[in-house]
């Protein structure tokens, strides 16, 4: 076998191993497998077709542009290049060449309705609400995924309300904090001035219930939650447990060393089938993406205590509202108070207190947020 042939056939291996691993989430493995392939076999447009893609995954978008710059150079006409520089351009933050790259991937194909519900989306942060309805009418009419483009139309006021889901679709937020996991404290604390985890423990606190023998976080994320709860709990066999549907996240709230146990789950279903028992349990920015509330609290009777703490942010809806929850053109769900509190009391809860503060900001503008603790009678 010459010189030629051996490489060929070992950035061939390397190339396989960067599919095999990028299948599995090992995104950083597959991203140096395609580079190695590149260092046998240069300007290999397949093997760069998915370094972007790979890079994309690793919120490299500065990389992932380059690549597709790269692609483009050897085939000005490439769909797939098209779609990710799409992709990099909009999570650089540059919308209107994210368009532009859409508009194009959609002028080689008009029905890939993966780029349709994409360019939807860039419109809805644009607050461009009619043009993204007709993106992601596009999008369902060629195939993209019903139940995530139903919700999307939902969320721009263009779908009608026995259609108007009553959750996230639970591919979209696994999918969403997968992806973000990596930089989410950074972003959400640093960025958003994301502060209602500590606002939620702070009055939690003050209520003077504590110390808590077991403590259940609700979607516990990166685990901002677990180093502020952890002192409330009583010393020697108290127990903190989260949960959480990312295991990026998880690995994350992991590596904190304050929880006892983590459990990757959706939270009701978590809450439906756990066996233990517990007198606190507590959700910060979690029920942003449930809209009806219905099915927590049913679930909540068979796993908190007579005279435990449930405690909850959610995002307070506009005035306009009257259903007691709405879902937002930013994807978010918000909530009454009158819904929450005549929830509560349906299923044996007492309110001990609710605080109406920032959540955290959003276009520089603070989000309001309700702070709910209720007691189970």
Not at 337 to 366: N, S, T, V
């Amino acid at each position: 076998m010459s010189d030629t042939d051996d490489r060929f056939e070992h950035a061939k291996a390397l190339f396989f191993e960067g599919l095999a691993s990028f299948e599995a989430g090992r995104f950083a493995d597959a991203q140096t497998q395609f580079l190695a392939s590149l260092e046998r076999v240069p300007a290999r447009v397949s093997t760069l077709i998915n370094l972007a893609g790979t890079q994309l995954k690793l919120a490299r978008a500065a990389d992932a542009l380059r690549t597709t710059d790269q692609i483009l150079t050897l085939e000005p006409d490439n769909l797939d290049a098209w779609f990710h520089r799409g992709n990099a351009l909009a999570q650089l933050g540059r919308p209107e060449e994210a368009l532009a790259a859409f508009e194009r991937t959609l002028a080689l194909d008009p029905a890939l309705g993966a780029a349709w519900s994409h360019r939807g989306g860039i419109l809805r942060e644009m607050n461009r609400l009619d043009e993204a309805a007709e993106c992601f009418r596009q999008a369902l009419a060629y195939g993209a995924d019903a139940e995530l483009n139903g919700y999307y139309l939902a969320a721009v006021g263009a779908a009608s309300a026995k259609d108007s889901p009553a959750t996230a679709p639970r591919q979209y937020v696994q999918a969403l904090f997968d992806d973000y996991a990596g930089q989410f404290d950074a972003h959400l604390v640093g960025v958003l001035k994301y502060q209602a985890h500590e606002v939620l423990v702070r009055h939690l606190a003050a209520l003077g219930h504590a110390p808590f023998a077991s403590a259940l976080d609700l979607g516990c994320g990166t685990g901002l939650c677990g180093p502020l709860v952890k002192p409330l709990l009583a010393p020697g066999a108290a127990r903190l447990v989260g949960v959480d549907l990312s295991a990026p996240m998880l690995e994350r709230a992991r590596a904190l060393g304050v929880y006892d146990e983590l459990l990757q789950a959706d939270i009701v279903e978590h809450l439906r089938r756990t066996g233990p028992r517990h007198d606190l349990v507590l959700a910060a920015d979690v029920f942003i993406y449930v809209g009806d509330m219905a099915p927590v609290f049913d679930a909540l009777d068979r796993v908190i205590d007579s005279g435990g703490v449930f405690c909850l942010s959610a995002e307070l809806a506009g005035p306009t509202c009257t259903t007691g929850f709405e879902l937002q053109p930013s994807l978010r769900y918000a909530h009454t108070p009158e819904y929450l509190l005549a929830l509560a009391a349906q299923h044996g809860f007492e309110a001990l207190l609710m605080k109406r503060e920032p959540i955290r900001k959003d276009q520089r503008e603070p989000i309001d947020g309700l702070f709910v603790y209720l007691r189970k009678r």
